[in-house]
T-cell receptor, first 109, second 121 residues
Framework: EIVMTQSPATLSVSPGERATLSCRAS??????LAWYQQKPGQAPRLLIY???TRATGIPARFSGSGSGTEFTLAISSLQSEDFAVYYC???????????FGPGTKVDIK | EVQLLESGGGLVQPEGSLRLSCAAS????????MSWVRQAPGKGLEWVAS????????DYADSVKGRFTISRDNSKNTLFLQMNSLRAEDTAVYYCARDHFTAMVLLLDYWGQGALITVSS
């Protein structure tokens, strides 16, 4: 079973600054990694898939990188609407399917 | 526009049953795998069950296997989750989500707004 970990648990960032979130898989998942954003009281939204491809309608300030076991989500200049929880998820191996990381909360510094 | 709308949530007693529905629109429902993902209060996301497009193959998390049943009615563009023998630890918001593929890949590109299930006496 693949275990996904994320760091840090909480990231405090000022608006306009860059944020870098990390995700690690316990074994190689190639590039089969997605990032989701979840705001309070809302459903998750797909941001990135294939480790680096932005989903439809996602602004260019979001970028993903990595392969194998180490992945990064970068937000180049944080906007007020970007303060949220971010989850990484692998979709390479099963069982179980679609393992999520515990999330990183990005809050206002 | 893709839309997913869950219904059927509510309060249920331990060992009780409940059925969730997810009405889909804006895409060819039968062509996509669908999943249920849940989120306990204040916790992270947990995959629950999936059903493929086409053949309708199913898969379940160990935590719900034998108690929950996922199904779909392609003629009505509706996804279901029948939940039996409910436990307190099943308390969560349950999201219906569309897979990007026909197979159960778990790349979830559209999500419903969620339905809250509370299991309590």
């Amino acid at each position: 079973e693949i275990v996904m970990t994320q760091s840090p648990a909480t990231l405090s960032v000022s608006p306009g600054e860059r944020a870098t979130l990390s995700c690690r898989a316990s074994q190689s998942i190639s590039s089969n990694l997605a990032w989701y954003q979840q705001k309070p009281g809302q459903a998750p939204r797909l941001l990135i898939y294939g480790a680096s491809t932005r989903a439809t309608g996602i602004p260019a300030r979001f970028s993903g990188s990595g392969s194998g076991t180490e992945f990064t989500l970068a937000i180049s200049s944080l906007q007020s609407e970007d303060f949220a929880v971010y989850y990484c998820q692998q979709y390479n191996n099963w069982p179980p399917r679609g393992t999520f990381g515990p999330g990183t909360k990005v809050d206002i510094k | 526009e893709v839309q997913l709308l869950e219904s059927g949530g509510g309060l249920v007693q331990p060992e009780g049953s409940l059925r969730l529905s997810c009405a889909a629109s804006g895409f060819t429902f039968s062509s996509y795998a669908m999943s249920w993902v849940r989120q306990a209060p204040g916790k992270g996301l947990e995959w629950v069950a999936s059903i493929s497009g086409g053949s309708g193959s199913t898969d379940y998390a160990d935590s719900v296997k034998g108690r929950f049943t996922i199904s779909r009615d392609n003629s009505k563009n509706t996804l279901f989750l029948q939940m039996n023998s409910l436990r307190a630890e099943d308390t969560a918001v349950y999201y219906c989500a569309r897979d990007h593929f026909t197979a159960m890949v778990l790349l979830l590109d559209y999500w419903g707004q969620g339905a809250l299930i509370t299991v309590s006496s």
